[in-house]
Antibody, heavy 116, light 106 residues
Framework: QVQLQESGPGLVKPSETLSLTCTVSGGSISSYFWSWIRQPPGKGLEWIGYIYYSGTTNYNPSLKSRVTISVDTSKNQFSLKLSSVTAADTAVYYC??????????WGQGTLVTVSS | EIVLTQSPDFQSVTPKEKVTITCRASQSIGSSLHWYQQKPDQSPKLLIKFASQSFSGVPSRFSGSGSGTDFTLTINSLEAEDAAMYYCHQSSSLPTFGQGTKVEIK
């Protein structure tokens, strides 16, 4: 079981880019898929996208035009960028181990609020 | 996109009662269906993977069944600590989640 920790700004202005990083500890980021998932306040879970350690990505079609997920194996980290944010992007953002399989380990989540 | 529909949306249950939550997929997903528990202000935790396989450390009162389009999560002898939201998730194609089922203790 690995530990995941999200980090990044908790407040982003409308139209700007949301940037978050997930640091993986207790294991290597290599040989697995890694995902970003979000949850608007009081609502359900939405998968954003995943990346394989090699850099292969797959995104939720509803967000694809605004999402970029990248990986830095030397730092055991992967990152999320979501551009042109609006209030609808306000959510708790989770990083998780998994992609085309169960999400076995999750970070604690970080609340990102989009507001001017 | 594969749509997952859970039922019921809400269930109020007395301790030691049996709880059954269903998840129906909009198309066949084999056994690529997983269940999570989420308590308030916590991240989701994997309970059951691939329809019926218990995840490490999960109490034996949690079990899963089903294949194709219809799946069930069962909690035998509900305990107070099981009050939570429960979500299903499919990994047959791009991941999607059910809308969630809230289990409340009477």
């Amino acid at each position: 079981q690995v530990q995941l920790q999200e980090s990044g700004p908790g407040l982003v202005k409308p139209s700007e880019t949301l940037s978050l990083t997930c640091t993986v500890s207790g294991g290597s980021i290599s040989s697995y898929f890694w995902s970003w998932i979000r949850q608007p306040p009081g609502k359900g879970l939405e998968w954003i996208g995943y990346i394989y350690y090699s850099g292969t990505t797959n995104y939720n079609p509803s967000l694809k035009s605004r999402v970029t997920i990248s990986v830095d194996t030397s730092k055991n980290q992967f990152s999320l960028k979501l551009s042109s944010v609006t209030a609808a992007d306000t959510a708790v953002y989770y990083c998780a181990k998994g992609g085309g399989n169960p999400f076995e380990d999750w970070g604690q989540g970080t609340l990102v609020t989009v507001s001017s | 996109e594969i749509v997952l529909t859970q039922s019921p949306d809400f269930q109020s249950v007395t301790p030691k009662e049996k709880v059954t939550i269903t998840c129906r997929a909009s198309q066949s997903i084999g056994s690529s269906l997983h269940w999570y528990q989420q308590k308030p202000d916590q991240s989701p935790k994997l309970l059951i993977k691939f329809a019926s396989q218990s995840f490490s450390g999960v109490p034996s009162r949690f079990s899963g069944s089903g294949s194709g389009t219809d799946f069930t999560l069962t909690i035998n002898s509900l305990e107070a600590e099981d009050a939570a939201m429960y979500y299903c998730h499919q990994s047959s194609s791009l991941p999607t989640f059910g809308q969630g089922t809230k289990v409340e203790i009477k």
